[in-house]
Nanobody
Framework: QVRLVESGGGLVQPGGSLRLSCAAS????????AGWYRQGPGKQRELVAS???????NYADSVKGRFTISRDNAKNTVYLQMNSLKFEDTAVYYC??????????WGQGTQVTVAS
């Protein structure tokens, strides 16, 4: 059974930083692509950043230069370092992992709130 557990969300002031973590189990993580999505109030879920199994990364234009996605296959974990946070980054952030067969799995989400 695949399980994704996210952590690291919280309340932060504008300009602050947070690091999200997503620990995977029940899956051969090193062979998977992974990504972070977010869903803000009244908005559709959107891709924030993704990383392939060979560490190629992709970012939404809105977070380029501020967010960094990385992975540690030894820990079966994908991270999202978020710097220079803005009000508009407020959202529930979801981890997604996709195996080589194309099957995707979601975490439960973690709330990030940027407020002064």
């Amino acid at each position: 059974q695949v399980r994704l557990v996210e952590s690291g969300g919280g309340l932060v002031q504008p300009g602050g930083s947070l690091r999200l973590s997503c620990a995977a189990s029940g899956i051969i993580f090193s062979l998977c692509a992974a990504g972070w999505y977010r869903q803000g109030p009244g908005k559709q879920r959107e891709l924030v950043a993704s990383i392939t199994n060979d560490d190629s990364t992709n970012y939404a234009d809105s977070v380029k230069g501020r967010f960094t996605i990385s992975r540690d296959n030894a820990k079966n974990t994908v991270y999202l370092q978020m710097n220079s946070l803005k009000f508009e980054d407020t959202a529930v952030y979801y981890c997604n992992v996709r195996n080589i067969m194309g099957s995707g799995y979601w975490g439960q989400g973690t709330q990030v709130t940027v407020a002064s």
